[in-house]
C-alpha cells in the first residue's frame, strides 16, 4: 500500500501563487493531480511520469508547473496567476501498473 500526503492549499487573492506539495511513501512512476471544484466531478490538472514530458490540462497550461523530485518522493504543483475559478480540492494519485492510489485532498481557494 502506497501512501499519498497533500499539502500547501490555502486560501489566495486572484493573481497570486501557490505550491501543492504530494509525498509518496515510496517511488511512484506517474503521478498525477486532479481537482474538484464545488458540484463539480474530478478533473485531470497536469501529469508526470518518469521519463516523460508533463502534460497539463488546457485551463491550466503556462500558468501550472507539475514536477518531481525522486530523491524526495515528492512532486509539486507549482500554481500562478490564480483564478477563482482554479478553487477545488486537490488530489494527486499515484499509478504504477495497474495500481491507483489517492491522497486525502488539499483545499485550495482563490478569492476575487
Known amino acids: 500500500q502506497v501512501h499519498l500526503t497533500e499539502a500547501g492549499g490555502g486560501l489566495v487573492q486572484a493573481g497570486g501563487s501557490l505550491r501543492l506539495t504530494c509525498t509518496a511513501s515510496?517511488?511512484?512512476?506517474?503521478v498525477a493531480w486532479y481537482r474538484q471544484p464545488p458540484g463539480k466531478q474530478r478533473e485531470l490538472v497536469a501529469v508526470?511520469?518518469?521519463?516523460?514530458?508533463?502534460v497539463y490540462a488546457a485551463s491550466v497550461k503556462d500558468r501550472f508547473t507539475i514536477s518531481r523530485d525522486d530523491a524526495r518522493n515528492t512532486v509539486y504543483l507549482q500554481m500562478n496567476s490564480l483564478k477563482p475559478e482554479d478553487t477545488a480540492v486537490y488530489y494527486c494519485?499515484?499509478?504504477?501498473?495497474?495500481?491507483?492510489?489517492w491522497g486525502q485532498g488539499t483545499q485550495v481557494t482563490v478569492s476575487s
Open positions: 515510496e517511488l511512484i512512476f506517474s
Open positions: 508526470v511520469s518518469i521519463g516523460n514530458s508533463p
Open positions: 494519485k499515484g499509478r504504477r501498473g495497474n495500481s491507483d492510489w
